[in-house]
C-alpha cells in the first residue's frame, strides 16, 4: 500500500512553485526590482515560509522560472489551496504588478490567465485588482 506524503502549504515546493509564479510576474514587465522582491519575500512569510529560508526559496524559485516555458507549473499546487491563501497569492501578484503605479499589456493579461487557472472568478479577481490599485495612490 503507498501512502502519499502529507503536503501541507508549507512544505518547500509548494514555496518554491508560488515563488516562482510571483517572479514570473515581476519579470514579465522585463522590469524586476528590489522592491517586487521585498513583496515576494514578504508574501513568502505570509504563506508560512521560515525567514531563513527566503534566500534559497528565491533562488530555487529564480531557476525554475528562467528554466520553464509556461505558467502551468507554477498554478498547479496554488490552484488547490484555501480561497483565503489563493487570495493572498493573488493580493500579491497585483502589489507586483502595481510596485512601479502601472500595468501594462502583459502584466493584465497574465492576471486575466490566472484568473482562470486558478478558479478565480473574475468579479473577486477585480475586486483584488481594485484594492491593491488604491493601496498604491
Do not use: H
Not at 522585463?30 to 521585498?38: G, H, L, M, V
Not at 482562470?116 to 481594485?130: H, P, R, V
Request: neutral net charge.
Amino acid at each position: 500500500m503507498f501512502f502519499k506524503k502529507n503536503s501541507t502549504k508549507t512544505d518547500k515546493n509548494f514555496l518554491v512553485k508560488t515563488c516562482a509564479l510571483l517572479i514570473y510576474a515581476a519579470k514579465i514587465d522585463e522590469n524586476y526590482t528590489e522592491k517586487e522582491e521585498e513583496i515576494i519575500k514578504k508574501t513568502l512569510l505570509e504563506l508560512g515560509a521560515k525567514k531563513e529560508t527566503i534566500t534559497q526559496i528565491i533562488i530555487d524559485a529564480k531557476s525554475i522560472e528562467e528554466n520553464s516555458n509556461q505558467i502551468l507549473d507554477f498554478t498547479k499546487e496554488v490552484k488547490n489551496l484555501p480561497e483565503n491563501d489563493k487570495i493572498k497569492i493573488i493580493e500579491a501578484l497585483w502589489s507586483i504588478i502595481y510596485s512601479n503605479n502601472e500595468a501594462d499589456i502583459y502584466e493584465t493579461n497574465l492576471m486575466r490567465r490566472l484568473a482562470g487557472l486558478l478558479y478565480i472568478d473574475s468579479s473577486t479577481m477585480g475586486d483584488i485588482k481594485d484594492k491593491i490599485k488604491k493601496q498604491k495612490l
